[in-house]
């Protein structure tokens, strides 16, 4: 990582810069004047947010902008360019099982399993069946009907739409403590000797890859299904 590169000339009019750090999707941090050292530019590029990845909250293609630092996202179609064909092809299909499944990014999904070896496609279908099954199905005010103290509010002049909005948070936050709970992997207040866990991932015959699940809290709202990043969930 210690190893300075030349800048990319789409980036060279917009900030004053002398060095690229690559990863291996594809990134390169730009160093400003504000960043005097190798050491602040990799504090900044690990700081930044990273689309596709466990700590985006972007997608898209082109130059991202975050304090003093630019990143270079190459296009789909570059980075897929730039891969041997037998990769290119598995990417081109798990990028369609994202899309299958309903995910914003597709693409991004996937160049992140591939590029970063983290278990995407596990994380984002644990995510959505809590966003589906725990989650979405208070957006019908039917689902209202056989909880009574939703049947008192309503019969004492609350909006419905409001009692649902209500209980609705009431799921997004329970399940956002849950995946918590699950991504700390052991409790803070257990002994030494007390054991912990963890989510792995599993081929289809339910044999453990290898690969543990981790991070859901931080793709929680971007697998939202209605693709608001749980925005409505506080209107």
């Known amino acids: 990582m210690g190893t300075l590169s030349a800048v990319p000339k789409e980036l060279s009019h917009a900030v004053v810069a002398d060095a690229v750090i690559p990863s291996d999707n594809g990134l390169f941090l730009v160093r400003d004047v ?4 190798f050491e602040a530019r990799l504090a900044a590029f690990q700081a930044f947010p990273i689309p596709g990845t466990r700590r985006s909250t972007s997608s898209g293609s082109g130059p991202k902008r975050h304090d ?4 270079l996202w190459p296009t789909w179609g570059d980075w897929l360019g ?33 590029s970063e070896n983290i278990p995407q496609l596990a994380r984002f279908m644990v995510l959505r069946a809590l966003w589906r099954q725990a989650i979405s199905p208070w957006m019908d005010t039917s689902a209202l009907c056989d909880v009574a103290a939703a049947q008192r509010l309503i019969e004492a002049g609350a909006d419905p739409h409001d009692v649902l909005l209500v209980a ?22 257990a002994r030494e000797s007390d ?4 989510l792995v991932e599993t081929d289809a015959e339910c044999n453990p890859t290898g690969r543990e699940i981790g991070g859901l809290h931080e793709s929680l709202l971007a697998t939202d299904p209605a693709g608001k990043e749980g925005a409505d969930l506080w209107e």
Request: a negative charge; charged letters at 30%; glycine letters at 8%.
């Open 34 to 37: 504000d960043a005097d050292n």
């Open 68 to 71: 003093h630092v630019v990143i």
């Open 82 to 114: 730039t891969l041997p064909p037998d990769v290119r092809d598995a990417a081109v299909s798990l990028a369609e099982r994202f899309k299958e499944l309903g995910a914003q990014d597709p693409e991004e999904w996937a160049r992140s399993e591939l």
């Open 168 to 189: 609705r948070a009431g799921a997004y936050e329970a399940v956002a403590a849950a995946v918590h709970i699950l991504d700390e992997g052991g409790d803070p207040e």
């Open 195 to 198: 054991p912990g866990w963890h």
